[in-house]
């Protein structure tokens, strides 16, 4: 089992869908908990990170449940420029560095 | 913002030659850095910590005689691909994490695309 799995893809929706994604992660011990996207053949980019309380920034809503070992990421009001691929990302050490295990992503297109 | 830099984002070579990829902090010392490598509709897969100063971490399977990896200074890692071959073929990404106000984000480069013929 990979020890971070998310939907397979592609999402397709069209502009102004609300759209989730959804991620497991296998190791209990994991600390911290964030998003990525990447656009094609570009690096990934931070999007957000991961609370346990939820947490929100504009049209995007990250969710953690620990007790699940999931988390999700919603997304409102699709846009065409959210059209990326979405890493569900897993720090096992915690937040003074360490290593971050990456799903193997959701690709999302989003059309007019 | 903090910015990593990779060198070369582009490269091309034959089948058993060696490629070096530089990994720079431009404008924060960086205590650890990470090697991924991506292969095409996979995702980043883990490849190596890199510490300044001592050996680098390798992950179960990547082997490190292949992989050779430095990290001299606190602004400079490097990963050589030693007697590379087209199955080698692949993105290779470093991150960083500052030294000094350390959030936990990972601050990655543009990325070294790597094609052995």
């Known amino acids: 089992r990979k020890e971070v799995e998310q939907d397979p893809g592609p999402f397709n929706v069209p502009e102004g869908a609300t759209v989730a994604f959804n991620c497991t992660y296998s190791?209990?011990?994991?600390?911290?908990f964030f998003w990525y996207r990447q656009d094609c053949r570009k690096e990934p980019k931070l999007l957000m990170s991961?609370?346990?309380s939820g947490n929100e920034d504009g049209r995007f809503t990250a969710q953690l449940n620990r007790a699940s070992q999931y988390i999700s990421l919603l997304i409102r009001d699709s846009k065409l420029s959210d059209s990326a691929t979405y890493l569900c990302?897993?720090?096992?050490?915690?937040?003074?560095?360490?290593?971050?295990?990456f799903g193997q992503g959701t690709e999302l297109s989003v059309k007019p | 913002g903090a910015v990593v830099s990779q060198h070369p984002s582009r490269v091309i070579c034959k089948s058993g030659t060696s490629v070096k990829i530089e990994c720079r902090s431009l404008?924060?010392?960086?205590?650890?850095m990470f090697w991924y490598r991506q292969f095409p509709k996979q995702s980043l897969m883990l490849m190596a910590t890199?510490?300044?100063?001592?050996?680098?971490?390798?992950e179960q399977g990547v082997e490190k005689d292949k992989f050779l990896i430095n990290h001299a200074s606190l602004t400079l890692s490097t990963l050589t691909v030693t007697s590379a071959h087209p199955e080698d073929s692949s993105f290779y990404i470093c991150?960083?994490?500052?030294?000094?106000?350390?959030?936990?984000?990972?601050?990655f480069g543009e990325g070294s695309r790597l094609t052995v013929l």
């Open positions: 991150s960083a994490t500052r030294l000094a106000g350390n959030t936990g984000e990972l601050f």
């Open positions: 190791n209990s011990a994991s600390q911290s």
């Open positions: 991961v609370y346990s």
């Open positions: 990302v897993v720090n096992r050490e915690g937040n003074q560095g360490g290593k971050l295990i």
């Open positions: 404008d924060f010392q960086a205590t650890t």
């Open positions: 890199s510490n300044e100063g001592s050996k680098a971490t390798y």
